[in-house]
């Protein structure tokens, strides 16, 4: 009875063993479902002329690094195809709002709008306020506008250059070389999106009494583009 009783409880262990490695298993699935995989499809800091996959693109120089622009009142459209399988994506970029942007003003001062579409819908529609001395106010960081079909869009007020990571760049032309002159966004837009293909088009409608110079009075420009799509698994 003695050499019985060990031998099932030897048995009872292995078995035991046997589940607990299978409950583990189960586990280790069961979180795996909620795994996310990101996919960097697009990087692009300008440094080596490329404009593959842009439309009415143009390189410059700005403090030292290559930039996609001056750009003042249009701007370009990027366009990529065959993403991987994903859900979402997320587009990243430091955008450089250069020299005396008005923001809220009214006409024929303002206001001053950037523009970021993705597949036609507006993924950022935002006045910026920018130059040393300016006391317009911005939209910007609230990415969109209040629309009344009565009254048109009625931007946020926010303080100038709000949720800029540098504000004391110099100015790209009628600030140039004067510290302050440029301001310095992180921009992220994380959205959802299933398609293959892409097309992300940023713009500008900027407003200035000043029309012979008015590229030179207020322009933009971007770096270090970063597109990523993302798979939750």
Not at 85 to 103: K, S
Request: glycine share 6%.
């Amino acid at each position: 009875m003695i050499r019985i009783e060990k031998s099932m409880l030897k048995l009872n262990y292995k078995h035991l063993s046997i589940y607990s490695l299978l409950l583990v298993f189960a586990f280790i699935l069961a979180s795996c479902k909620g795994l996310q995989k990101d996919t960097v499809v697009y990087f692009n800091n300008f440094e080596s002329d490329n404009l593959a996959n842009i439309i009415r693109g143009k390189i410059g120089a700005y403090n030292g690094s290559r930039v996609i622009g001056r750009y003042s009142q249009d701007g370009f459209i990027l366009q990529l195809d065959s993403l991987p399988i994903h859900n979402m994506l997320q587009i990243t970029f430091d955008l450089y709002i250069h020299d005396t942007w008005d923001g809220n003003s009214a006409k024929p001062e303002g206001p001053d709008i950037w523009i970021m579409n993705v597949d036609g819908w507006s993924a950022i529609y935002a006045t910026f306020a920018n130059g040393q001395f300016t006391n317009y106010t911005q939209s910007y960081p609230v990415l969109q506008p209040e629309y009344n079909p009565a009254t048109g869009f009625k931007f946020f007020n926010n303080k100038p250059n709000s949720n800029a990571i540098k504000t004391d760049l110099p100015g790209a032309c009628k600030l140039q070389k004067i510290n302050g002159g440029t301001s310095m966004y992180r921009i992220t837009r994380t959205i959802e999106h299933t398609t293959s293909a892409l097309e992300v088009g940023c713009f500008a409608q900027l407003e200035d009494p000043d029309m012979d110079n008015k590229n030179c009075n207020e322009s933009w420009s971007i770096d270090n583009i970063k597109i990523k799509t993302i798979e939750f698994k």
